[in-house]
């Protein structure tokens, strides 16, 4: 399955924040959407990085409840991994994997065109194993 089919099932929109929003604001939001990660984007819409509850955990911990005022710039990650339209299930669990990050945005054309969260992944990992399975039970049933 290629990240085009589940982004046709799940939709392409994502919640986009602003570099220069605070930390309390990305909170709001995190909250308000029920999501892990925010990707920061320009108003030019140009991705300049990558927010998730992890970098505000790290946030308080380092400077406590004086965090919520810093900028989403400050803490965000600035290189962010990305994959196409065409990349495979298998292709985004590897860069997840070897990342260590359960987020990856998704570029078309230089845009923002989706995101694949790990939830996605498993959900249909999950779905393509119970599928084997069943063909196999079919197949020995025949048998
Ligand atoms: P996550 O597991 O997605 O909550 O993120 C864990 C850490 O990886 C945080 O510091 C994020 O900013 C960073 N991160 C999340 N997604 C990506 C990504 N696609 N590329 C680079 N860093 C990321």
Same mark, same amino acid.
């Given at each position: 399955?290629?990240?085009? +089919?589940?982004? $046709?099932?799940?939709?392409?929109s994502?919640? %986009? ?8 604001? $990305? @909170?709001?939001?995190?909250? /308000?959407?029920?999501?892990? *990660? &925010?990707?920061?984007? /320009? %108003?030019?819409? *140009? ?7 992890? =970098? @505000?955990?790290?946030?308080? $911990? /380092?400077?406590? !409840? ?12 600035a290189?962010?991994?990305?994959? $196409? ?6 292709d ?7 990342? +260590?990050?359960?987020? &990856? ?10 995101? @694949?969260?790990?939830? =996605? &992944?498993?959900?249909? +990992?999950? *779905? *393509?194993?119970? !599928? /084997?399975?069943?063909?196999?039970? =079919?197949? @020995?049933?025949?048998?």
């Open positions: 399955m290629t990240v085009a +089919r589940i982004l $046709a099932e799940k939709g392409r994502v919640v %986009t924040v602003e570099p220069q929003r605070s930390l309390a604001e $990305a @909170i709001h939001l995190l909250a /308000e959407k029920r999501i892990g *990660a &925010v990707v920061v984007v /320009e %108003t030019d819409g *140009a991705v300049r990085g990558i927010l998730s509850e992890r =970098d @505000i955990m790290r946030a308080l $911990a /380092e400077k406590g !409840a004086g965090a919520l005022d810093a900028l989403v710039s400050q803490h965000m990650t290189t962010v991994t990305t994959c $196409a339209r065409d990349a495979s299930v298998e985004v669990m590897h860069l997840m994997t070897d990342g +260590r990050f359960r987020h &990856v945005p998704v570029i078309e054309e230089g845009r923002l065109a989706g995101l @694949i969260s790990i939830g =996605d &992944v498993v959900k249909r +990992r999950i *779905a *393509a194993v119970e !599928a /084997e399975h069943q063909a196999m039970r =079919d197949y @020995i049933t025949m048998a």
